[in-house]
Structure formats: structure tokens, C-alpha cells
């Protein structure tokens, strides 16, 4: 049995056993120049990727996404770690594989956080507002289990729109607590409405990988067809006019400026709310990641989506993740 703590692939040393589970992002079956068969492998785990070989040619090649148990030994090949793959299966239930060790996940399990987006959903007072956020919710339910809320950039993992949303929606009803004068409920609303075409923009398998924006994404984004597809559901439901029309709004201001892709600015306070509380779900966890891998009284390199390098102080080291519940 592989050991329960496995080694990450990035800080393996040449020589070095591996007995345990990885993802395969690629395989193909390739044919040496003596006209012998063998596997070209890209193996992922949560540190990153490397290339593997196994040179048993009656092997096929596993699908893109697929969660083996293999052993074999981190070689090196051009200055580059190689994995030499001695065995392979692939995974099954009983193996119970932690998928937090092989993919980027979000701190919070999907059901969890679905739940207590449920809640704040049934928790609104207006009728109307609370049927269209919860039909939304539920027709978008089965994807947004597993979707991550970025191809590349802030919670890109699995679950990881579920994550942001659910984080916003936390620090949403913190401010309305501070601010009485804001509808906690319309605002609830928006950052649970905003990012749900995120599902027809990013192309993801069911274990959060992205890699490419859909068609959808390239032509028009998350933000357009976020308005179309409110517009349908409302139309569908019967929502009043300036509630359906407020909703609208805040979707498509959310990004604030056009270069982001908003074609117009916050126009009343819930809108801007939802849009401050988006940038800076974004930045925090940004910058978190970021800080990670940066020692305690140094720099990290620039942030290019920040424009600017972090500084991680000498005192508080960055924690993982925060070990707290989602607030329902």
C-alpha cells in the first residue's frame, strides 16, 4: 500500500521511490526509434507536473484526468525529473484517494458550501427574489459542485467557484451589519447570481480542471450571457420589472470598468457593494497563494494580475487555509 503521506513530485530527489496515487493530465502510446512501444505520461499531483515514461508497451494509455495508483523511481532526463513508471492501475472507490493531495480544491467541502448557499436563498423575504435566486442555483447545481471559478487566475480549483461565492456572500452580510442602510437581501442575491455563467465560459471536467475558455467565454463572457441568462429565467418566472432590472445591473457592473469587462459602472449601493466585496475575495486569495511560497521577511516576485510583488512579514506566517466553517 502506498504510504499515507505520500511525496509531492516537485520534491522528489533523483532516485527516489514513488508509491502512491497521481492524476494523468496526458498519455499517449508513442513508438521508439528501435519500433518498440511505450507510454509518454504527464503526471500531476497538488505541487505540480513532470514527464513519465513506461516502457512496458502492452500498457494502454489511460484517459486525460484519470487518478492511478502507480510505483516507480524520479530519474532525470535532460536536467529535467522523469518519472520511470514500474506499475499502473487505475483508482478505484476503495482506494479512498485524497483528491486535496492531487488537484488545487477548495478548503471547504462542495455540499457544505452549497448548503449554505441554499440557506441564505431560502432566508430572503421577497418572494420573488427568493424564487429566482433559487431556481438559478438549482438549474446551475450539478456543475457547480466541481467548477472552478478561473482557468488560471483567483480560485482556480475544484469548487472553487462554489468557494468564492460562498466567501463573498460571508463578508456581504458582515458589511450589511455595519451599513443597516444597504437590502442585505438584494445584495445576497447579486453575489450569489453573478458568477453562475462562469459555467458556460470555462470548459472543466468534474474533478475542476480548465484549461480553455468555450466559445460562449471567448465571444461574449460570463458577464453578458450572466444578464441573458437572469433576463430568461425571470421572464420565465414573472419577476417584476425593476427587481429583475436591479439584478441585471449588478451583474453587469460587477467588474466595474470596461477593461475588466463591464460596460457600466455600480449605480446604486448594492451594485458597488457586490463589486468591491468581489475584488477583494479575489485579491485575498491572490495574495494568500502568493504569500505561500515566499520566506518570512521577503519579496515574492511580481503578481503580474497584481502589478506589484507582496511582502510577506517576518512575524505571522501564511496559514493554509483558514480552519472555519461556511457561514450559513
Not at 458577464?223 to 430568461?232: A, F, H, M, N, T
Not at 449601493?269 to 479575489?282: M, S
Amino acid at each position: 500500500m502506498p504510504s499515507e503521506q505520500q511525496p509531492l513530485l516537485l520534491s522528489m530527489l533523483k532516485g527516489q521511490i514513488f508509491d502512491g496515487f497521481l492524476l494523468i493530465k496526458s498519455a499517449e502510446q508513442r513508438t521508439s526509434s528501435n519500433g518498440s512501444k511505450y507510454l509518454d505520461l504527464t503526471l500531476q499531483d497538488l505541487s505540480g507536473d513532470v514527464n513519465g515514461k513506461m516502457w512496458d508497451g502492452t500498457v494502454p494509455a489511460p484517459k486525460t484526468g484519470t487518478v492511478v495508483r502507480l510505483r516507480g523511481a524520479m530519474l532525470e532526463y535532460n536536467n529535467r525529473p522523469q518519472m520511470r513508471v514500474d506499475r499502473m492501475r487505475e483508482s478505484t472507490e476503495a482506494d479512498g484517494v485524497d483528491m486535496g493531495m492531487l488537484i488545487p480544491c477548495a478548503p471547504y467541502p462542495a455540499d457544505e458550501m452549497m448548503d449554505a448557499l441554499l440557506s441564505r436563498a431560502n432566508a430572503i423575504g421577497d418572494e420573488q427574489l427568493r424564487e429566482l435566486v433559487l431556481f438559478r442555483l438549482n438549474e446551475s447545481r450539478v456543475p457547480l459542485m466541481y467548477f472552478p471559478a478561473a482557468a488560471r487566475l483567483h480560485h482556480a480549483e475544484r469548487s472553487g467557484l462554489l468557494h468564492h461565492t460562498s466567501t463573498m456572500l460571508k463578508t456581504a452580510d458582515a458589511i450589511c451589519a455595519v451599513y443597516p442602510q444597504l437590502d442585505s437581501d438584494l445584495l445576497a442575491a447579486g453575489v450569489m447570481l453573478h458568477d453562475l455563467s462562469k459555467l458556460t465560459e470555462i470548459n472543466s471536467d468534474e474533478l475542476g480542471l480548465a484549461n480553455e475558455y468555450t466559445v460562449e467565454g471567448n465571444l461574449l463572457g460570463h458577464i453578458v450571457k450572466g444578464v441573458s441568462e437572469l433576463d430568461r429565467a425571470g421572464r420565465e418566472l414573472g419577476t417584476r420589472k425593476e427587481l429583475l432590472l436591479m439584478l441585471e445591473h449588478m451583474i453587469l457592473s460587477h467588474h466595474d470598468l470596461p477593461e475588466y469587462g463591464s460596460p457600466k459602472k455600480p449605480m446604486f449601493p448594492e451594485a458597488e457593494v457586490l463589486h468591491v466585496v468581489d475584488l477583494l475575495d479575489a485579491r485575498m486569495y491572490e495574495m494568500s497563494h502568493a504569500l505561500q511560497t515566499v520566506q518570512p521577511g521577503a519579496f515574492s516576485e511580481k503578481i503580474w494580475s497584481l502589478e506589484r510583488k507582496l511582502y510577506r512579514r517576518k512575524e505571522q506566517p501564511i496559514a493554509d487555509q483558514p480552519e472555519a466553517e461556511p457561514t450559513e
